[in-house]
């Protein structure tokens, strides 16, 4: 199969799944941004997708999406380190134009990984979880999305460190993207000596654009936390 | 003004394919800045023959950047610190007096030293066997003019021909991969009409010859384009990729 078993096939796989990830996250962030404008909007949209159906296929194509990028990532790196060989320089000067997240995306995308499954954690266990089992895993109603979200990021202390490393997670996922968009491209054919640093603007207008709903609603409720206090 | 510079030059040593490496490190006095980093490596193995120690191998040929010959990863560059040259065009007024220069071997498990400095790189040419050709009658010489070209088309396909394989490229990269060499060799074919017959078969063989020789994939990081002594362009590995995944979605 050559998805699996040339490199441009792998690198095709990484491109698509990205993709489509990140087309899901524009999705989650526009829905977020519902927050700062009524909460009462926010939950309608928690009722709309909650463990219906379609939202629960969506989320196991997600999964199953996240599932395929991240062991891509994994096998990838595996046989680029076996590429290089053993024998590593013992001085390696700085590439121009070569920028610091194009070299660390496994890191980045382990990092971003680990954050994932503390959102899971503080959302989805509580949320679509406990609506699909019936287990009360939460201390809110399933539905009652504002309601999780302000407990976590407005109970004092706790809630601001929440927010600070909600925060951390966007900044990682932002460098993530800022490489990871404007590849995906390359990896699909779609690039020219034209459209070169073009697809560079796009890759960093993309990724500033995933990350600014969520940012704008973590930002919102640690505003909110922060006068609670004062 | 070029002067007379001293320098230490930190060589990597490997009496074989399968022995086991090290650094050594030289000391050169009165070296012209204006003598290339080739000669200077020339006056180095002078000096080690004087002392009857075994010269340093390292590979060389035509001197003026166009064989692709000379490789050597210099102070953390491959062909050195300079832009856009070959080792052989480096020169030591790119050095200043009292340096350590760190000199070592291409490291990538496609290129395996053979001795010293000089690495096999017979990978390239299998993979030119692989497809790097376009297959013609003989007979006559055909009209120059018989088939139109565009001009730009014909640029950026020289543009890629301008390849000599040397390897910095899979030299440079973090993932060992040979991705701008192959996405050069595809591309001078691929942007010409003489070479679309066989542009199918053309990528997915010398792809799947590159992979099958242990060259890692491609990321993107821009390390090869970089480090590249004839600017070859990124954008060709994205019609590299637009080749292959063209011919593997007709199949």
């Known amino acids: 199969m050559w998805l699996k078993d040339s490199s441009v096939g792998r690198k095709f796989v990484m491109a698509i799944s990205g993709t489509a990830l990140v087309l899901f996250l524009l999705f989650h962030g526009c829905m977020n941004l519902a927050l700062v404008f009524s909460e009462e909007a926010y939950n309608t949209i928690c009722r709309l997708l909650g463990a219906n159906w379609y939202a629960v296929l969506g989320s196991m194509l997600i999964a199953l999406l996240v599932l395929v990028h991240f062991c891509y990532g994994i096998y990838l790196t595996i046989l680029n380190r076996r590429a290089r060989g053993n024998d590593r320089y013992a001085v ?59 407990a976590l990021f407005t ?24 490489h ?18 073009r697809v560079k603007v796009i890759s960093t207008v993309v990724a500033t654009l995933v990350i600014l709903p969520f940012t704008i609603v973590v930002l919102y409720y640690f505003g909110m936390g922060i006068g609670a206090l004062l | 003004m070029d002067g007379y510079i001293n ?18 490190t030289y000391e050169l006095k009165n070296i012209f800045q204006g003598a290339s980093f080739l ?36 102070n953390g560059h491959p062909h050195g610190p300079d832009s856009a040259i070959t080792t052989c065009q480096l020169h030591m007024r790119k050095f200043h007096d009292g340096e350590t220069i760190t000199v070592e071997p291409w490291r990538s498990r496609a290129f395996p030293v053979i001795k010293d400095l000089m ?13 790097g050709f376009v297959s013609v009658n003989t007979g006559g010489v055909p009209d120059a003019n018989a088939i139109p070209i565009p001009k730009p088309k014909a640029d950026e396909a020289m543009d890629a021909a301008s390849c000599i394989g040397c390897g910095a490229c899979a030299a440079a990269c973090k993932n060992g991969s040979a991705m701008l060499f192959v996405a050069a060799k595809v591309s001078q074919l691929a942007l010409l009409p003489q070479g679309k017959i066989e542009a199918k078969q053309r990528a997915k063989n010398m792809l799947a010859k590159m992979d099958e020789l242990g060259f890692g994939n491609c990321t993107n990081t821009g390390a090869c384009a970089a480090e590249c002594p004839k600017q070859v362009s990124l954008a060709h590995i994205a019609r590299l990729n637009r080749e292959f995944l063209a011919a593997k979605f007709s199949d």
């Not at chain 1, 089992?133 to 539905?143: L, N, S």
């Not at chain 1, 706790?158 to 996922?173: D, N, S």
């Not at chain 2, 230490?8 to 074989?16: F, L, N, S, Y």
Request: aromatic share 14%; with cysteine; hydrophobic share 45%.
């Open chain 1, 155 to 178: 109970t004092p202390v706790c809630g601001q460190i929440y927010c600070v490393l909600y925060l951390i997670w966007f900044c990682v996922l932002w460098l993530h993207l800022n």
């Open chain 1, 92 to 150: 390696s000067g700085k590439k121009e134009g070569v920028t610091w997240e194009s070299e660390n995306m496994l890191v980045l995308g382990l990092v971003v990984f680990f954050f994932l499954v503390l959102h899971l954690y503080n959302f989805w266990f509580k949320m679509q979880f406990a609506e699909l089992t019936g287990i009360h895993t939460g201390a809110f109603d399933p539905q009652d999305g504002a309601a999780y979200v302000n």
């Open chain 2, 7 to 24: 320098i230490k030059v930190r060589v990597w040593r490997q009496a074989g394919p399968k022995a086991q490496g090290h650094f050594e």
């Open chain 1, 180 to 197: 990871g968009v404007g590849s995906a491209m390359t990896s699909m054919g779609l690039n020219n000596e034209t459209w070169q640093p």
């Open chain 2, 39 to 74: 000669e200077m490596i020339d006056i180095l193995n002078e000096q080690l023959i004087a002392e009857h120690k075994a010269p340093i191998a390292f590979d060389h040929d035509c001197r003026e950047g166009i064989c692709g010959m000379c490789s050597m990863y210099v």
């Open chain 2, 119 to 131: 690495v096999d790189r017979l990978a390239y040419d299998k993979i030119m066997q692989a497809g």
